[in-house]
């Protein structure tokens, strides 16, 4: 199955929201994994079944120290937790000195998500910087999502962060992992997509504008606190499923496969 890594070049502008949208809207099993370097918040924000918080050392941390042990086909299915018995999820690190703690892991735990029979992975990396911890998991990844407001700053940064990508792809002699990037942009801003593409295009920078991620404050705020299933109806649901289908269509072109 899939790996795909969602990101923002700048600020945090819901990504674990976006993350989450994306999973409970993907065609066909998905894992939500919170690899947020920064900290996860997943963990704090769900519950399983039962009502129970979810275990904050069982995710991130006990697959890392599987895959430590010598088990680089660690079983992840043995990691996950059910956000409300539904969503699977990859919970992450709580403290900061947790992302040290992990070192050359993350090497080997992008390979067990690559390598995960029956889900696609969704994974939260946050904000991609410069030597950042979860370079591993991008540069591994099927496909990568880039998420940013259609404001100068925001799309300054965004150019930066795709050269950089393409950069250490370059220097590391990898195969380019094909780049998304969703617009957040409300109804006022849908006509900002296109001139994100040209402003990309211009700049020579191998990414495609898949589409924009629907401002929806009062869905994205109700993820924040429970699965709803109901939420599936709403504009941000909605926008997923299309952002989720361009998505495995753009990673399908990388490996030379329909879907």
């Given at each position: 199955?899939?790996?795909?890594?969602?990101?923002s070049?700048?600020?945090?502008?819901?990504?674990?929201t976006?993350?989450?949208?994306?999973?409970?809207?993907?065609?066909?099993?998905?894992?939500?994994?919170?690899?947020?370097?920064?900290?996860?918040?997943?963990?704090?924000?769900?519950?399983?079944?039962?009502?129970?918080?979810?275990?904050?050392?069982?995710?991130?941390?006990?697959?890392?120290?599987?895959?430590?042990?010598?088990s680089?086909?660690?079983?992840?299915?043995?990691?996950?937790?059910?956000?409300?018995?539904?969503?699977?999820?990859?919970?992450?690190?709580?403290?900061?000195?947790?992302?040290t703690?992990?070192?050359?892991?993350?090497?080997?735990?992008?390979?067990?998500?690559?390598?995960?029979?029956?889900?696609?992975?969704?994974?939260?990396?946050?904000?991609?910087?410069?030597?950042?911890?979860?370079?591993?998991?991008?540069?591994?990844?099927?496909?990568?999502?880039?998420?940013?407001?259609?404001?100068?700053?925001?799309?300054y940064?965004?150019?930066?962060?795709?050269?950089?990508?393409?950069?250490?792809?370059?220097?590391?002699?990898?195969?380019?992992?094909?780049?998304?990037?969703?617009?957040?942009?409300?109804?006022?801003?849908?006509?900002?997509?296109?001139?994100?593409?040209?402003?990309?295009?211009?700049?020579?920078?191998?990414?495609?504008?898949?589409?924009?991620?629907?401002?929806?404050?009062?869905?994205?705020?109700?993820?924040?606190?429970?699965?709803?299933?109901?939420?599936?109806?709403?504009?941000?649901?909605?926008?997923?499923?299309?952002?989720?289908?361009?998505?495995?269509?753009?990673?399908?072109?990388?490996?030379?496969?329909?879907?």
């Amino acid at each position: 199955m899939g790996l795909y890594a969602v990101c923002s070049a700048k600020g945090s502008p819901g990504v674990s929201t976006a993350s989450v949208a994306l999973g409970m809207s993907w065609a066909g099993p998905a894992v939500v994994a919170d690899l947020d370097p920064a900290g996860g918040d997943l963990s704090l924000r769900y519950r399983d079944q039962e009502g129970r918080p979810l275990d904050p050392d069982r995710g991130l941390m006990s697959l890392a120290a599987s895959v430590r042990r010598g088990s680089e086909g660690a079983d992840v299915h043995e990691h996950l937790q059910a956000a409300g018995g539904r969503l699977p999820l990859l919970v992450g690190v709580t403290r900061p000195e947790q992302v040290t703690a992990l070192g050359t892991s993350w090497q080997h735990v992008a390979r067990s998500l690559t390598t995960m029979p029956g889900y696609d992975v969704l994974a939260d990396c946050g904000r991609v910087l410069p030597g950042s911890a979860t370079m591993p998991v991008l540069t591994q990844a099927d496909a990568i999502l880039i998420l940013t407001r259609p404001t100068m700053e925001e799309l300054y940064h965004l150019r930066e962060r795709l050269r950089g990508l393409s950069e250490i792809m370059r220097l590391q002699d990898l195969d380019a992992v094909p780049v998304g990037v969703a617009v957040l942009a409300g109804d006022r801003d849908r006509a900002s997509v296109p001139d994100v593409q040209q402003v990309i295009a211009a700049a020579g920078l191998p990414a495609t504008v898949l589409g924009a991620f629907a401002l929806d404050p009062k869905t994205a705020s109700a993820l924040r606190y429970g699965l709803d299933v109901s939420a599936r109806k709403s504009l941000l649901l909605r926008s997923a499923a299309a952002l989720g289908e361009s998505l495995r269509k753009l990673a399908a072109t990388r490996a030379g496969r329909l879907v």
